[in-house]
């Protein structure tokens, strides 16, 4: 089986290129859904979060309020390391058992995983890829999809690494600067590389 990590920065087509992998057969699992479940209402993350936060993050139904931890942890480099303390370790052993319980026989198995070089997982892989567009074009869509101001968008890219130092380090680059179908394009020889 090839273990493949899907990455990028904020807003540059991950989403949308692990659903075409899964549309073309491959494994996929979403590191960013593994990171909502581990603070999920009743976790030993959530109660860590709010030990670490307070109350005032929790919504009227118990849940995590997202947003609004959000606009502390992008504004607060030691708080962002901290949530991120209490979240990656979780979501990391969630994609190994996700590996090791693939079914026999899975050829391609694809992790999107945003903060893959932030967090030195890099070398738990065979193979990295990279999904990347212009910073502008990744302000655009934040203000776009998220609401954000151009100052808050800025914030997000900056807590990452930039898209280029990820481009530089990857075995696969999907240019997600054109159309629809130029992504699908990439994707499907993607897919062709790591099952060859």
Same mark, same amino acid.
């Given at each position: 089986m090839r273990?493949a990590?899907?990455?990028?920065?904020?807003?540059?087509?991950?989403?949308?290129?692990?659903?075409?992998f899964?549309?073309?057969?491959?494994?996929?699992i979403?590191?960013?859904?593994?990171?909502?479940?581990?603070?999920?209402?009743?976790?030993?993350?959530l109660a860590?979060?709010? =030990?670490?936060?307070?109350?005032?993050?929790?919504?009227? *139904? #118990?849940?995590? &309020?997202?947003? !609004?931890?959000? /606009? @502390?942890v992008?504004?607060?480099?030691?708080?962002?390391?901290?949530?991120?303390?209490?979240?990656?370790?979780?979501?990391?052993?969630?994609?190994?058992?996700?590996?090791?319980?693939?079914?026999?026989?899975?050829?391609?198995?694809?992790?999107?995983?945003?903060?893959?070089?932030?967090?030195?997982?890099?070398?738990?892989?065979e193979?990295?890829i990279?999904?990347a567009?212009?910073? =502008?074009?990744?302000?655009?869509?934040?203000?776009?999809? *998220? #609401?954000?101001? &151009?100052?808050? !968008?800025r914030? /997000? @890219?900056?807590?990452?690494?930039?898209?280029?130092?990820?481009?530089?380090?990857?075995?696969?680059v999907?240019?997600?600067d054109?159309?629809f179908?130029?992504?699908?394009?990439?994707?499907?020889?993607?897919?062709?590389?790591?099952?060859?």
């Open positions: 273990r990590a899907l990455t990028g920065g904020i807003a540059t087509g991950k989403s949308y290129c692990l659903a075409r899964a549309a073309l057969g491959a494994a996929v979403d590191a960013d859904q593994l990171a909502r479940d581990a603070v999920a209402p009743g976790t030993p993350g860590s979060v709010v =030990a670490r936060f307070g109350p005032t993050y929790l919504r009227v *139904d #118990g849940s995590l &309020d997202r947003p !609004a931890l959000g /606009r @502390l992008f504004g607060d480099r030691i708080a962002r390391a901290d949530l991120e303390a209490i979240i990656h370790p979780e979501v990391y052993r969630r994609i190994g058992e996700w590996f090791a319980n693939l079914p026999a026989g899975t050829q391609v198995a694809i992790a999107d995983i945003p903060l893959l070089f932030e967090t030195g997982h890099q070398h738990d892989f193979t990295v990279v999904c567009c212009s910073p =502008a074009e990744q302000i655009r869509r934040l203000k776009a999809r *998220d #609401g954000l101001t &151009d100052e808050a !968008a914030a /997000r @890219l900056d807590a990452q690494w930039p898209i280029e130092e990820k481009v530089s380090r990857a075995n696969i999907i240019r997600t054109g159309g179908a130029e992504t699908d394009r990439a994707v499907g020889w993607a897919l062709s590389q790591l099952r060859a």
